[in-house]
């Protein structure tokens, strides 16, 4: 018999990701042995316990800086700072996930198997508790972008992709009302999604038979990101399989971060879902997201930064310009959001194409800022209720400055920050990225971000005009009383986002000392 030889593996190193999809699993099993009416409760300890233990890890291994699981996984910087954010972000929306004070049952369906629409339906929308399988799908969704912002090589990115992407297809469709639109959601993310990664897939494939003729570079073929940046810089051969494959590993990469145009999905995707894991998508995924595309792009690409710099700096200006022109024209306040996201995530690509030091963290800061005000912006939209459930249509906010002044201020901040008005994140945030890709001699990505800001506001600002100087109608909804957890996650996204505009520097400061790679 062979004997298997395992490759040494650093556990300590590893906890955060390990702790998340242990959770997962006990998850499922609380699922069958638990108590229906002990679930909740239980599931949601046990998320936010494993999220709290998780962090704590990152923090013990702050000063780690190497490659385990073989050349798998890269324990680093960035790796560390985004998989911070992510246990901090994530905690934030397990607390919106677990509300269950403003609608009873949550905003999760009780049976994802019940018909649309039957008498079955209609009484679990009023009566019956949300369904708990949310917890363990969102684990196993956390503990996967863990694994895909420390991926070294493009296999084990491509398995973690998969792994927090199937339970978002998942929980997209599990909204307790307007479950025709959630299902239909659901659907075309998965679909959409399905090709993205086929996608992913067919450039690794490429990418692979690149370094596997790059004789001169004496690598051999692999697809770790220290092979593939040898054969970048040392390879003779022809650089078409490496173009090709690089342009599909791209597609994958911009469909995740909502990048035009791979971002139809967004804004159906962000309408039809339960809010929460709306909010969970905009911050969770973004991080994560970007966090694969920064180490693709700075470590196994950096030796042709020269050929993609102006590709992918086409589509952080058509991004920008899709975002801000189409959130203008739009009559809902989670479309609204969408493509808000859009936009934003143009804006950190022109953080990204810096590939810089300063680059790289300013990318960081704004993905953290960004995700604070995001998730505090859809805890808002989870109060603004009619009997129908959310009331998300742009017309039934007018007025509604009058009727609950706090939370309409609140949101009016929220809407500040996105629109980067100074003293809020949304300035720093912008701020930092400009100035590093000004330092790296893209100011022609600096001076269409600064364009296509201007225009952004405009939709932002009509909100705010609506909320506050407009009459109430007898149409405009209630805002109810949010519950302790949805409290307690507002109160963190409005300060966070208050803190991070007015004090911005000990973030940026942990940004930039986190912001090198291991190689």
């Given at each position: 018999?062979?004997?298997?030889?395992?490759?040494?593996?650093?556990?300590?190193?590893?906890?955060?990701?390990?702790?998340?999809?242990?959770?997962?699993?006990?998850?499922?099993?609380?699922?069958?042995?638990?108590?229906?009416?002990r679930?909740?409760?239980?599931?949601?300890?046990?998320?936010?316990?494993?999220?709290?233990?998780?962090?704590?890890?990152?923090?013990l291994?702050?000063?780690?800086?190497?490659?385990?699981?073989?050349?798998?996984?890269?324990?680093?910087?960035?790796?560390?700072?985004?998989?911070?954010?992510?246990l901090?972000?994530?905690?934030?929306?397990?607390?919106?996930?677990?509300?269950?004070?403003?609608?009873?049952?949550?905003?999760?369906?009780?049976?994802?198997?019940?018909t649309?629409?039957?008498?079955?339906?209609?009484?679990?929308?009023?009566d019956?508790?949300?369904?708990?399988?949310?917890?363990?799908?969102?684990?196993?969704?956390?503990?996967?972008?863990?694994?895909?912002?420390?991926?070294?090589?493009?296999?084990?990115m491509?398995?973690?992709?998969?792994?927090?992407?199937?339970?978002?297809?998942?929980?997209?469709?599990?909204?307790?009302?307007?479950?025709?639109?959630?299902?239909?959601a659901?659907?075309k993310?998965?679909?959409?999604?399905?090709?993205?990664?086929?996608?992913?897939?067919?450039?690794?494939?490429?990418?692979?038979?690149?370094?596997?003729?790059?004789?001169?570079?004496?690598?051999?073929?692999?697809v770790?990101?220290?092979?593939?940046?040898?054969?970048?810089?040392?390879?003779?051969?022809?650089?078409?399989?490496?173009?090709?494959?690089?342009?599909?590993?791209?597609?994958?990469?911009?469909?995740?971060?909502?990048?035009?145009?791979?971002?139809?999905?967004?804004?159906?995707?962000?309408?039809?879902?339960?809010?929460?894991?709306?909010?969970?998508?905009?911050?969770?995924?973004?991080?994560?997201?970007?966090?694969?595309?920064?180490?693709?792009?700075?470590?196994?690409?950096?030796?042709?930064?020269?050929?993609?710099?102006p590709v992918?700096?086409?589509?952080?200006?058509l991004?920008?310009?899709?975002?801000?022109?189409?959130?203008?024209?739009?009559?809902?306040?989670?479309?609204?959001?969408?493509?808000?996201?859009?936009?934003?995530?143009?804006?950190?690509?022109?953080?990204?194409?810096?590939?810089?030091?300063?680059?790289?963290?300013?990318?960081?800061?704004?993905?953290?800022?960004?995700?604070?005000?995001?998730?505090?912006?859809?805890?808002?939209?989870?109060?603004?209720?009619?009997?129908?459930?959310?009331?998300?249509h742009?017309?039934?906010?007018?007025?509604?400055?009058?009727?609950?002044?706090?939370?309409?201020?609140?949101?009016?901040?929220?809407?500040?920050?996105?629109?980067?008005?100074?003293?809020?994140?949304?300035?720093?945030?912008?701020?930092?990225?400009?100035?590093?890709?000004?330092?790296?001699?893209?100011?022609?990505?600096?001076?269409?971000?600064?364009?296509?800001?201007?225009?952004?506001?405009?939709?932002?600002?009509r909100?705010?005009?609506?909320?506050?100087?407009?009459?109430?109608?007898?149409?405009?909804?209630?805002?109810?009383?949010?519950?302790?957890?949805?409290?307690?996650?507002?109160?963190?996204?409005?300060?966070?986002?208050?803190v991070?505009?007015?004090?911005?520097?000990?973030?940026?400061?942990?940004?930039?000392?986190?912001?090198?790679?291991?190689?």
């Amino acid at each position: 018999m062979m004997d298997l030889e395992f490759p040494p593996m650093n556990y300590a190193a590893l906890a955060p990701i390990l702790i998340l999809f242990g959770a997962s699993l006990l998850g499922v099993l609380v699922e069958a042995f638990v108590p229906r009416a002990r679930r909740h409760l239980v599931q949601l300890i046990l998320g936010l316990l494993a999220v709290v233990a998780a962090l704590v890890m990152v923090v013990l291994n702050a000063n780690d800086r190497l490659v385990t699981a073989s050349t798998a996984v890269a324990v680093d910087g960035p790796a560390l700072f985004l998989q911070g954010a992510i246990l901090v972000l994530a905690g934030m929306a397990l607390l919106l996930i677990g509300e269950r004070t403003v609608q009873r049952g949550g905003a999760f369906v009780a049976h994802a198997a019940v018909t649309v629409g039957s008498a079955e339906d209609q009484r679990q929308a009023t009566d019956t508790d949300g369904a708990t399988e949310v917890y363990p799908l969102t684990m196993f969704a956390i503990s996967g972008m863990l694994l895909f912002v420390a991926a070294n090589d493009l296999l084990t990115m491509f398995i973690a992709l998969e792994a927090f992407s199937l339970p978002l297809y998942l929980l997209c469709a599990l909204a307790r009302r307007r479950r025709l639109l959630s299902q239909e959601a659901a659907l075309k993310y998965f679909l959409l999604g399905s090709y993205a990664s086929a996608f992913f897939l067919f450039g690794m494939a490429l990418v692979y038979g690149f370094t596997v003729g790059a004789g001169g570079s004496g690598t051999g073929g692999g697809v770790d990101f220290g092979t593939i940046r040898t054969a970048v810089s040392d390879s003779s051969a022809s650089p078409v399989l490496l173009f090709a494959g690089l342009a599909l590993l791209s597609i994958g990469l911009l469909f995740k971060i909502a990048a035009a145009p791979f971002h139809v999905w967004t804004p159906d995707v962000y309408q039809g879902a339960p809010t929460p894991i709306t909010g969970f998508m905009a911050a969770c995924t973004k991080v994560a997201a970007f966090g694969g595309l920064l180490r693709v792009l700075h470590v196994a690409f950096s030796g042709a930064s020269w050929n993609f710099v102006p590709v992918l700096g086409t589509v952080a200006v058509l991004t920008m310009l899709v975002g801000s022109i189409l959130a203008v024209t739009q009559t809902d306040i989670k479309r609204l959001l969408a493509y808000s996201s859009v936009a934003n995530a143009g804006y950190l690509l022109v953080g990204a194409l810096a590939l810089s030091r300063d680059g790289l963290s300013s990318t960081m800061f704004y993905l953290v800022a960004y995700g604070f005000t995001v998730l505090a912006a859809f805890g808002v939209v989870t109060l603004v209720r009619d009997a129908d459930g959310e009331a998300t249509h742009l017309s039934r906010w007018a007025g509604l400055g009058r009727r609950s002044p706090l939370y309409a201020g609140l949101f009016t901040f929220l809407l500040l920050a996105f629109a980067g008005i100074p003293l809020t994140s949304g300035f720093t945030s912008k701020f930092a990225v400009f100035g590093a890709a000004l330092d790296a001699g893209q100011t022609w990505l600096v001076v269409a971000g600064v364009l296509t800001s201007m225009i952004l506001a405009f939709p932002y600002l009509r909100v705010v005009v609506m909320m506050w100087l407009s009459e109430p109608g007898e149409s405009t909804p209630t805002v109810s009383l949010p519950g302790g957890l949805t409290a307690t996650a507002l109160a963190i996204g409005v300060l966070a986002t208050l803190v991070l505009g007015v004090a911005p520097a000990p973030l940026l400061d942990l940004a930039n000392g986190a912001a090198e790679f291991v190689r």
